[in-house]
């Protein structure tokens, strides 16, 4: 029977943590260096809002954020450079960016609740608060500022407790131009998939469809029951994912030649070091479908079948321990097939996950 070793150092559920904020107004969820050892140049965050619930404006110092909406209705603003200011409606499915150092906010607009997955180009991002900001200069600084006097004396509000998430009382109204095109927004699951077979397809956030993008980029990846994602690793960069929907299995070779074979469920987190082998495999009835981010802007990999079939028939025999003629046709493809029909059953693994 598969199983899953929940020691894995490689995977980690979201689902199982508890959350860093939470009210009744929304929730962030945080899997960060402390929490996932492995990460690096990578982090991960779950962002709940209720209706008319908005993430705090605030910006981070050392990272880039990449977000998808799961589920929902939102209004996203972003003030840049020079108070450049953008604002843009997102729904299921849309993806949005926020370059390090842009204020940028959230507000849920729908009558239901709206879910975000948010990736960072960090392994700790740092945070500063919109309200963090204005509590630490003096009334006599915030007044100069904003042009008043304080005469009368006017006392500025000091926050008490975290502003994560709050509400105004009423909903913002939506701009005309928050209906138009936006560079910082990208409709991902819109069209055809760029990489698609009858067995899976990857719809790509990367920087040669997205302008704007930045040491950041996301594969939305759907493997139906009768695929598999080919063995391969990626040269330049490490990748993380998180499993929307589904169930697989996962294969990673470390450097001291031990294998780490693990499943992933909904809510899931995995990581994979730079150029370190893995694969991906269905395991259940239904479609797998992950979120897999890159800290490069256009990663790249290189895959078991392109290896195999740019050396000889003997060498390759060889290092498999088979006779060259037992060797099978080792099919040549132009472009990586990402996704590949699995011919054969899923192996069973009946005691350990781990091998050496």
């Not at 809002?49 to 908005?54: D, E, H, K, T, V």
Request: glycine share 8%.
């Amino acid at each position: 029977m598969d199983q899953n070793i929940s020691t894995s150092r490689h995977v980690v559920s979201l689902n199982a943590r508890e959350p860093s904020f939470a009210s009744s107004l929304g929730s962030v969820t945080r899997l960060e260096k402390p929490q996932f050892p492995l990460l690096c140049r990578l982090s991960i965050r779950r962002l709940i809002l209720s209706p008319n619930g908005i993430r705090e404006p605030h910006w981070h110092a050392n990272a880039n954020e990449l977000g998808y909406c799961v589920k929902g209705d939102a209004l996203v603003t972003i003030v840049g450079d020079h108070g450049v200011r953008n604002t843009f409606l997102i729904g299921a499915g849309d993806m949005f960016f926020f370059p390090s150092g842009t204020m940028h906010g959230i507000e849920n607009v729908g009558e239901t609740e709206a879910e975000f997955i948010l990736a960072f180009s960090h392994e700790a991002p740092e945070d500063f608060g919109l309200s963090d900001a204005f509590d630490a200069m003096s009334e006599e600084v915030l007044a100069n500022t904003l042009g008043v006097k304080l005469e009368p004396p006017i006392e500025f509000g000091r926050v008490d407790g975290s502003r994560e998430i709050f509400a105004t009382g009423r909903r913002s109204a939506i701009e005309t131009q928050a209906r138009h095109p936006n560079p910082y927004k990208y409709r991902i699951e819109d069209g055809e998939a760029p990489i698609g077979s009858d067995v899976g397809s990857a719809r790509t956030a990367k920087d040669q469809t997205w302008a704007v993008l930045e040491d950041i980029a996301m594969f939305s990846v759907r493997i139906t029951d009768q695929g598999m994602r080919e063995p391969h690793w990626h040269p330049r960069t490490s990748e993380m994912g998180y499993v929307l929907a589904g169930n697989g299995r996962m294969t990673v070779l470390d450097p001291n030649g031990a294998s780490d074979t693990f499943s992933i469920t909904p809510g899931d987190v995995y990581f994979i070091p730079k150029a370190y082998p893995h694969h991906i495999e269905n395991t259940g009835a239904g479609a797998l479908h992950i979120l897999i981010f890159f800290d490069q802007s256009n990663p790249g990999d290189i895959g078991y079948r392109s290896v195999a079939s740019s050396y000889s028939r003997d060498i390759i025999a060889a290092e498999l321990g088979i006779p060259e003629w037992a060797m099978p046709k080792i099919p040549v493809d132009m472009r990586d097939p990402l996704i590949i029909r699995r011919l054969n059953p899923v192996a069973r693994i009946a005691t350990s996950t781990v091998q050496s």
